[in-house]
C-alpha cells in the first residue's frame, strides 16, 4: 500500500485526528507527518505507529518536506487554531503568511499531489494556494462545508430518526457564518422535505431553522465546551482523501472555484463536486431557489470582500 502515501501537515488537534482516522481505517498505507514543532510530529508519529498491532502495517513516520515526494494526497491543517469568540474570517491574517510559506515548499517537493486544505478559513487560504501554486486549481481542495453537511445530515438524521447517511443535503458556500443550507433539494428516500411527511414528520419551518443554526453554531458550541473541534474534521478529511484516493467521484460539498457556475468565480466556496484522483473533476449544478442563490452571491460577497482586503502573492 505504499503507493497511497498520504502527509499531513500541522499536526495539532485537527492534524492528528485526521492522521488517526487515516490510520485506523488502513485509508493511507503510509503516512508522513510534518509539524513546525518536529516533536511533536515526532510523538504522535510513535503513538499512532504503535497500535499497529491491532490495525494492520500503516507505516507512520515523522518528515520534512522532502519526505512527501511521492504522496498522493497532502492535508493542511496548520496553522492557529480558532479563539472562543473569534471568527472564522479573523484568523486569515494569522494564517495566510504561514500558507504562502507551505505553498512553495509542496510545489518544489510534492507537484503531483492533491491538496486538501482544512486549515481556517478555509475558503481563503485554499483561494491564497490556487493562487500561489503551480499546481492545477483542481488540485487544491477545501474542506469547506464538508463538515457543516455532515452536521446538517446527523441533526436531519436526529430529527427524522433515519440514518444521517440516508438524508441528502446540503450546506453550501462560505464555511462560517454566511453558509447558507439548501433545502429546496434536500431529500430522504428521495421524498423532499419541505413537501413531505417523512417518517411522520412533518417539515416543521422552526425545528428546521433551530436545525440549521446549530450547524452554522456548532463550531462556537464545541470550542466553548472542549477548546477546539478535530474528531469530525478528522472523519471528514478521511473520507476525502479516501476518494480521492480510490478514485470514487463522489459529490461533495468541498470549496472550489466555481469557474463560472452560479455566476461565481475568483474565489473558492462551497458547491457540490465531483471528487476523484484528479481532485475536483466537475462542479455539480444543483438546482437552487431563487433565496439559496441570493444567500450563495451574499456569501461569496463576503469571501470576496477579505480577499479583495489581503496582500499575498509572489
Ligand atoms: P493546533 O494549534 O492544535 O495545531 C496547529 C498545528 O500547526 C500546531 O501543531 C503547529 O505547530 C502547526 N504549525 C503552525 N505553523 C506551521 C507551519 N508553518 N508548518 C507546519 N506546522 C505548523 O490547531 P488545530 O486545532 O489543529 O486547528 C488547525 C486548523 O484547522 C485551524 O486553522 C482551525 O481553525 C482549522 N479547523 C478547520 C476545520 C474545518 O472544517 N476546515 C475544522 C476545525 C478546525
Known sequence: MAENAVGIIGTGHVGVAAAYALFQRQIAGRLILLDADRHRAEGEAMDLMHGQALVGRVSVRAGDYQDLAGCRVVVVCAGVGQKPGESRLDLLNRNAAVFQEITVRLDRHVP?????????????????????????????????????????????????????????????????????????????????????????????????????????????????????????????????????????????????????????????????CVVGAGGVEATVPTGLSAEEREGLSASAAVLRNSLAGMTFGP
Open 112 to 272: 503531483d499531489a492533491v491538496v486538501v486544505v482544512a486549515t481556517n478559513p478555509v475558503d481563503i487560504l485554499t483561494s491564497v494556494m490556487q493562487r500561489l501554486s503551480t499546481r492545477s486549481p483542481e488540485r487544491v481542495i477545501g474542506t469547506g462545508t464538508m463538515l457543516d453537511t455532515s452536521r446538517f445530515r446527523a441533526l436531519l438524521g436526529e430529527y427524522y430518526d433515519v440514518n444521517p447517511r440516508s438524508v441528502h443535503a446540503y450546506i453550501l458556500g462560505e464555511h462560517g457564518d454566511s453558509e447558507i443550507s439548501v433545502w429546496s433539494s434536500a431529500t430522504i428516500g428521495g421524498l423532499t422535505l419541505r413537501d413531505n411527511e417523512i417518517n411522520g414528520r412533518p417539515f416543521d419551518a422552526a425545528a428546521m431553522n433551530e436545525i440549521f443554526q446549530r450547524v452554522r453554531g456548532a463550531a462556537q458550541d464545541i470550542i466553548r465546551c472542549k477548546g477546539y473541534t478535530n474528531t469530525a474534521i478528522g472523519l471528514v478529511i478521511a473520507y476525502l482523501v479516501r476518494v480521492i484516493l480510490e478514485d470514487q467521484k463522489s459529490v461533495l460539498a468541498v470549496s472550489v472555484d466555481p469557474g463560472g457556475r452560479y455566476s461565481l468565480s475568483g474565489l473558492c466556496l462551497s458547491i457540490p
